[in-house]
């Protein structure tokens, strides 16, 4: 009995280790292609109170990236009372992305590495499933959050920065 004990610690144990090495990881390398000429386009957000997509102009000025992370400043023309400084945080094993697990990451034909992250949290006062993708490319750049209610079954976009330079 002790023999099947010991082997399936050592099979769970290896599987453990197969499947977080096979975990979806970013890197430093690729936050790099942020850096330099501003990225200018819009803002789309769904506007909660009037059930309408909204779209506002938007520039994002992206720090050279530090260690396992990128500041960055967005400015809103016309809406300064906005503006605001944020930071993109990848953690030490690269497999959460601003705190949140990164559940897949891909590279695209054109170069896109696209990393998507979901983690549970609220919106609009609710319990919800939220999902970030982040496409980086060197001339385009999205960031799309989508939620998903738990009283729906879809994921719907709630806001989406589109952004090129």
């Given at each position: 009995m002790k023999t099947s004990h010991t082997f399936a610690l050592f099979a769970l144990l290896f599987v453990a280790q197969w499947a977080l090495a096979e975990s979806p990881c970013v890197t430093q390398a690729d936050l790099t292609m942020l850096d330099g000429a501003p990225w200018t386009g819009s803002l789309s957000y769904l506007d909660y109170s009037s059930g309408e997509s909204?779209?506002?102009?938007?520039?994002?000025?992206?720090?050279?990236?530090?260690?396992?992370?990128?500041?960055?400043?967005?400015?809103?023309?016309?809406?300064?009372?906005?503006?605001?400084?944020?930071?993109?945080?990848?953690?030490?094993?690269?497999?959460?992305?601003?705190?949140?697990?990164?559940?897949?990451?891909?590279?695209l034909e054109d170069g896109t590495i696209v990393v998507v992250t979901e983690y549970r949290d609220k919106d609009d006062g609710q319990q919800a499933d939220i999902r970030m993708t982040y496409s980086l490319h060197a001339s385009r750049l999205e960031i799309r959050k989508e939620v998903r209610f738990d009283s729906d079954g879809e994921y719907f976009e709630r806001n989406a920065y589109r952004l090129t330079r």
């Open positions: 909204e779209q506002i102009p938007v520039t994002i000025q992206f720090d050279k990236p530090g260690k396992k992370k990128v500041i960055y400043r967005i400015k809103y023309p016309g809406e300064s009372q906005y503006n605001s400084r944020e930071k993109l945080r990848i953690s030490k094993d690269g497999r959460k992305l601003n705190g949140e697990p990164v559940v897949s990451r891909s590279v």
